[in-house]
């Protein structure tokens, strides 16, 4: 009994691939092909990172939203950050009016 099906499955599988277009140009099997680099060199690339943004924009930036915030902590936090910045100073200066 097991051997009869056992010839079915195999008899089935046959039946299967039999089924498929396999074509074996000039005597190699389809996942042989030649590659076709020319096409895939014309293949536009994504670029794997974006690029850095520019670090004084981004100071500014936080520097608006502390700002906007409108905290001491929100400040101290900037100044922490850029302490080397054009913009701590200012960001120490806000920070004083909100002390008084």
């Known amino acids: 009994m097991k051997q009869l099906r ?26 042989i ?16 990172m974006p690029p ?11 520097y608006e939203a502390a700002r906007a915030k409108g905290t001491a ?5 900037f100044i922490a950050r850029n302490s080397d910045d054009p913009l701590a100073e200012k960001a120490r200066t806000e920070l004083k009016r909100l002390s008084r």
Do not use: H, T, W, Y
């Open 73 to 77: 902590e929100a400040l101290e936090l």
């Open 52 to 62: 850095p943004r520019n670090p004084s924009i981004a100071v500014a930036e936080e």
């Open 6 to 31: 056992l010839s079915a499955g195999c008899l089935g599988a046959l039946v299967v691939l039999a089924g498929l277009d396999l074509s074996f140009p000039e005597g190699k099997p389809v996942m």
């Open 33 to 48: 092909r030649k590659a076709k680099a020319d096409q895939a060199a014309k293949a536009p690339r994504a670029p794997v």
